[in-house]
């Protein structure tokens, strides 16, 4: 009478790691760990952006830009992800993969113009309640 061993079965190990979702990759530290695909950027990167837009006065070309990018922004990330080592080599741009993150995802250019938008409304209504201010000031 022999007694069979029933052996139960071994997961098999895959040789690649699993890329937690939740995790950005660009937070893993290696100098080609690159943003998980279609992530939409923070909220302080954009309105970072677009504050430098709007101090800088390009609100309008920048808008006609990005509107006009829109279609090929996808490309224009992968484009900047090939040219990455080489644009490293010679400066260092420490939201370079923010920046490649923004185009991956449309939304995320629609959230910039937006953005854009409305800071400049910002600063336009700023200066107007200064301006009234002053005026009324002067009256007195």
Not at 84 to 106: A, H, L, V
Not at 125 to 133: A, D, H, L, P
């Amino acid at each position: 009478m022999s007694k069979k061993i029933e052996k139960e079965p071994h997961p098999v190990e895959s040789p690649v790691t699993e890329i937690n979702p939740a995790k950005s990759s660009s937070q893993a530290g290696s100098a080609f760990a690159m943003p998980v695909a279609g992530e939409e950027v923070g909220d302080a990167f954009i309105d970072k952006l677009a504050k430098e837009v709007v101090d800088r006065h390009l609100t309008a070309p920048a808008i006609v830009l990005l509107e006009t990018s829109k279609p090929l922004s996808f490309t224009a990330s992968q484009v900047m992800v090939f040219f990455r080592p080489i644009i490293e080599s010679f400066i260092s741009i420490q939201d370079y993969p923010g920046y490649i993150q923004m185009f991956e995802n449309r939304n995320n250019l629609e959230r910039l113009i937006l953005a854009i938008e409305r800071i400049e409304d910002e600063k336009i209504r700023e200066k107007k309640v200064s301006k009234n201010g002053k005026n009324e000031k002067g009256r007195n």
